[in-house]
T-cell receptor, first 112, second 114 residues
Framework: GESVGLHLPTLSVQEGDNSIINCAYS??????FIWYKQESGKGPQFIID?????DKRQGQRVTVLLNKTVKHLSLQIAATQPGDSAVYFC???????????FGRGTSLIVHP | EAGVTQFPSHSVIEKGQTVTLRCDPI?????LYWYRRVMGKEIKFLLH????????ESGMPNNRFLAERTGGTYSTLKVQPAELEDSGVYFC????????????FGNGTRLTVT
């Protein structure tokens, strides 16, 4: 498995900036991808998902991009707000298993 | 609709003691999952129920962990005897569909074993 430590990757941005959070997944057979947001003291909350037959999907202020060639997923947040501060996890299913596997997580800090 | 609820929110126990965590999924969700996050690392899968049946328990770390879902409604996860490395946050999630749909998570139970 991947090497992880106690400290999450951190992205620090100013309010109003656009944020891009990246995720590398490990299984080329993955066909469904999800982004979750976890605020302190709460469980992960669904933000947006994308299937492998798409390379881009937009929601409200969020866009997910999928690059299957390099097994990379990104979450773009437009006009980032202090309320967006949280840990963001990507997750992916595989073609053979429907159980979501979670990535390491990225801590987003938004400065007012 | 009510979300996934977990009880207790926090539990502090001594090594060697027993703890039972409870999860109430969203009503009508046949699929129930347990995950845990230890030492701030990734969120790791423990097991998956479909109704009352264990569909996949490949993530259960050892036989000190026992999960049940009698009647296919709420689920319990018992740790007996607890060890220091069991400390972490235990999340429960549920979903209506078994494949390729987002999970709805509870707020977790923070377990501290001293």
């Amino acid at each position: 498995g991947e090497s992880v430590g106690l400290h999450l990757p951190t992205l620090s941005v100013q309010e109003g900036d656009n944020s891009i959070i990246n995720c590398a997944y490990s299984n080329s057979a993955s066909d469904y991808f999800i982004w979750y947001k976890q605020e302190s003291g709460k469980g992960p909350q669904f933000i947006i998902d994308i299937r492998s037959n798409m390379d881009k999907r937009q929601g409200q202020r969020v866009t997910v991009l999928l690059n299957k060639t390099v097994k990379h997923l990104s979450l773009q947040i437009a006009a980032t707000q202090p309320g967006d501060s949280a840990v963001y996890f990507c997750a992916w299913n595989t073609g053979g298993s429907y159980i979501p596997t979670f990535g390491r997580g990225t801590s987003l800090i938004v400065h007012p | 609709e009510a979300g996934v609820t977990q009880f207790p929110s926090h539990s502090v126990i001594e090594k060697g003691q027993t703890v039972t965590l409870r999860c109430d999924p969203i009503s009508g969700h046949d699929n129930l999952y347990w995950y845990r996050r230890v030492m701030g690392k990734e969120i790791k899968f423990l097991l998956h129920f479909v109704k009352e049946s264990k569909q996949d328990e490949s993530g259960m770390p050892n036989n000190r962990f026992l999960a049940e879902r009698t009647g296919g409604t709420y689920s319990t996860l018992k740790v007996q005897p607890a060890e220091l490395e069991d400390s972490g946050v235990y999340f429960c999630a549920s979903s209506q569909d078994w494949a390729n749909s987002p999970l709805h998570f509870g707020n977790g139970t923070r377990l501290t074993v001293t």
